[in-house]
């Protein structure tokens, strides 16, 4: 393969034969450089607009860098394919860490995709989205099922506990519940608006639902209403239950979480954001809550409504949360990407690749995967590096810069011993 660079912003992919196979488009100004990584799976390339891209070699991009102060005249993979070092005009060069977790993309739908899950036992994904429907899928992308029927954009859907069952909250003003065939067993009429979060209940004996109307609601299977939850100001956005489903959380426009038990009576309110909220999640032993929000930051709470920690960083709205498995880490949505966080508030890494806003986010079983939707009408598969390994690939990372300032390494004890081990291991 060769792969050749043009002051027409693209870089091209071509066989030897001549035909053209991939064109790499989204750089402003003329790429002055294209490289291939060692294994020849990926391609960097190198733009006058002042960034640097990755790329597979459909000429799908997977990552931009960005910080340069001018045109970007070079771009060179290191021999393991875990950095990039980019030359430019403004007279520096700058090593980057290289994403390599995207796994899969689930291509399908004709809208945004809304919401992601993964199924109980990790094999399976569901996808919500704007053109009415969702779809079920397996982990290499390819569609199962597809569930038809409601009349407005699909906001939501969850797995049965068992994983045999789905359900749908829509912007039709109903809930829906099928099976993995996309047979429609049951519909759950009775909010007076949009219905925008579903969930089952631990058990798996009933559902429920979060609406515009300014309510949740609790439902048998079959249909029937069993208890309302009034208290919010606004819109109910999300709703949870707690892992021994005792109880429920709901997040809403009003800018608060609450916190009820099952006959509707509220126990806490959490107040804090600044805006709005978009989402809300148990942590798996049920001790934590977390919150997300229209005001760029995600929050964690006691269940008493005390602040532990706020992850900022986010430049735009953050959608959802989600903790992972074992509840180190806080997954994040927003409208400019993805972020894994440690509960301490920290960004531990960035998940690059959507086009537009995620809106959805999902740890598998696991916590070894983690499930993304997107506006750009794609949800996608990446793998999770646990914080051991995280913080490993940091310590790598920062050896280049403890090269030329080692006085700095003493204040880092833990990368001094995984540096040390390195050597010996060598």
Partial sequence: ???????????????????????????????????????????ATASADGTAKLWDLSGHQLAEFKGHQHWVQSVSFSPTAELLVTASADRTAKLWYLPRN??????????????????????????????GTARL????????????????????????????????????????????SGNQLAEFKGHQDRVRSVGFSPKGEWLATASNDHTARLWDLSGHQLVEFKGHQDKVRSISFSPTGEWLATASSDGTARLWDLSGYQLAEFKGHQSGLSSVSFSSTGELLATASFDGTARLWDLSGHQLAEFKGHQGWVFDVSFSPTDELLATASSDGTA?????????????????????????????????????????????????????RGCDWLKYYFASHPEALEKLEVCQNHLALNRSIS
């Fill in 340 to 392: 894994l966080w440690n509960l301490s508030g920290h960004q531990v890494a960035e998940f690059k690749g959507h086009q537009d806003g995620v809106r959805s986010v999902s740890f598998s079983p696991t916590g070894e995967l983690l499930a993304t939707a997107s506006r750009d009408g794609m949800a996608r598969l990446w793998r999770v590096e646990g914080l051991d390994e995280l913080l490993s």
């Fill in 102 to 131: 995207q796994l899969t993309e689930f291509k399908g739908h004709q809208g945004w995709v809304d919401d992601v899950s993964f199924s109980p036992t990790g094999e399976l994904l569901a996808t919500a989205s704007s053109d």
């Fill in 137 to 180: 899928w397996d982990l290499s992308g390819n569609q199962l099922a597809e569930f038809k029927g409601h009349q407005d954009r699909v906001r939501n859907v969850s797995f049965s506990p068992t994983g045999e069952l789905l359900a749908t909250a829509s912007f039709d003003g109903t809930a829906r519940l099928w099976d993995l």
């Fill in 1 to 43: 393969l060769v792969a050749t660079a043009s002051e027409d912003s693209t870089a091209r992919l071509w066989n030897l034969c001549g035909h053209q196979l991939a064109e790499f488009k989204g750089h402003q100004d003329g790429v002055r450089s294209v490289s291939f990584s060692p294994t020849g799976e990926l391609v």
